[in-house]
C-alpha cells in the first residue's frame, strides 16, 4: 500500500517508491538523497508536526510537511526500542592507545 511521507510516525522506516511531479521540489529532494528505492527513517516531528526530521542514506534531513506529501513510501516497519536509532552515541570509532 502506497502512501506519503508525511504520514509516517516517529520510529518508522519504509522505502520510497517515488516523488510526485513537482520539478523544482522533485530536483531538490533528489540532490538531498531522497530517491526511489531508498529506505527512510522517521526521527521526530518539531513539537507543532512541522517540520520533520527523517534520515536517508545516513543523512539528517528536516523537511516541512508540505514537501513531505510529496514523496510516496510503501512497506512501512516500526523499528524496536521506540524509534531510537541505536549505535549513534557516544562510544564509536577507535580506541586510541596511548
Known amino acids: 500500500m502506497t502512501i506519503y511521507l508525511n504520514e509516517l510516525l516517529p520510529g518508522q522506516s519504509a522505502f520510497i517508491v517515488g516523488i ?3 520539478s523544482t521540489l522533485r530536483q531538490r529532494l533528489m540532490e538531498l538523497g531522497v530517491r526511489e528505492g531508498k529506505q527512510v527513517f522517521m526521527r521526530r516531528r518539531a ?6 526530521e527523517v534520515n536517508v542514506m545516513g ?5 516541512r510537511k508540505s514537501e513531505a ?3 510516496m513510501i510503501d512497506k512501512v516497519v516500526t523499528c ?19
Open 20 to 22: 510526485e511531479e513537482n
Open 47 to 52: 513539537p507543532l508536526g512541522d517540520p520533520m
Open 59 to 63: 543523512t539528517n534531513l528536516s523537511i
Open 69 to 71: 506529501r510529496y514523496v
Open 80 to 98: 524496536p526500542g521506540n524509534g531510537k536509532m541505536r549505535g549513534l552515541g557516544k562510544g564509536l570509532g577507535r580506541r586510541h592507545n596511548k
